[in-house]
């Protein structure tokens, strides 16, 4: 069974910081990678694809590149924002079950002004 | 816009009252897939459908139905629901299960009491 941890739990940071979220899988063999933000309420909103023939991806501030080896994937955020607040999901499938995305259970990000 | 729709938002209900939670997607979308979500728990997939009348189930199926008789529709179908089906349930739908984008709905709170 896949299990998909997410490291830290939990951040607080001041504004302007550049931020690393961590994501790991016991299954290293991911097909898709997808990073996700759910901000509290609402539902999830889709940030970064990693594909299974891609190992990074670029959207404005955000970086998300993934080490297929290991089962590990990185989200990077530059010069975050208030704005930025929000949990980060990370999520991805198997070959075997195409489609179907193993979560983890976020890291809750809180930037202040 | 493209979207995933969901319908009610919210629903308080009693234990053995029928109730459908409808889906739908305006993405010509083939995947779509229903997950819950619970705290401590992440999100987990209840069903899948790959294509019109192909649907599977997910990791945790079990008091659910799913149909799928139209491509752009995913009802999610609760029989008999019991308490331990609280939760927050999302339907998702992406261009196929092999590739691309999953999108995702705002999320319906369904209360069983």
């Known amino acids: 069974k896949q299990e998909v941890t997410q490291i830290p739990a939990a951040l607080s940071v001041p504004e302007g910081e550049n931020l690393v979220l961590n994501c790991s899988f016991t299954d290293s063999a991911i097909y898709n990678l997808q990073w996700f933000r759910q901000d509290p309420g609402k539902g999830l909103t889709s940030l970064l694809l990693?594909?299974?023939?891609?190992r990074e991806q670029t959207s404005g501030r955000l970086n998300a590149s993934l080490d297929k080896s290991s089962g590990r994937s990185t989200l990077y955020i530059a010069a975050s924002q208030p704005g930025d607040s929000a949990t980060y999901l990370c999520a991805g499938d198997r070959g075997s079950t195409l489609g179907r995305l193993y979560f983890g259970r976020g890291t809750q990000l809180t930037v202040w002004p | 816009e493209a979207q995933v729709t969901q319908n009610p938002r919210y629903l308080i209900t009693v234990t053995g009252k029928k109730l459908t939670v409808t889906c739908s997607q305006n993405m010509n979308h083939e995947y779509m897939s229903w997950y819950r979500q619970d705290p401590g728990l992440g999100l987990r997939q209840i069903y899948y459908s790959m294509n019109v009348e192909v649907t599977d189930k997910g990791d945790v199926p079990e008091g659910y139905k799913v149909s799928r008789k139209e491509k752009r529709n995913f009802p999610l179908i609760l029989e008999s629901p019991s308490p331990n089906q609280t939760s927050l349930y999302f339907c998702?739908?992406?261009?196929?299960?092999?590739?691309?984008?999953?999108?995702f709905g705002p999320g319906t709170r369904l209360l069983v009491l």
């Open positions: 998702a739908s992406s261009l196929s299960g092999y590739e691309g984008t999953q999108y």
């Open positions: 990693i594909q299974s023939s891609q």
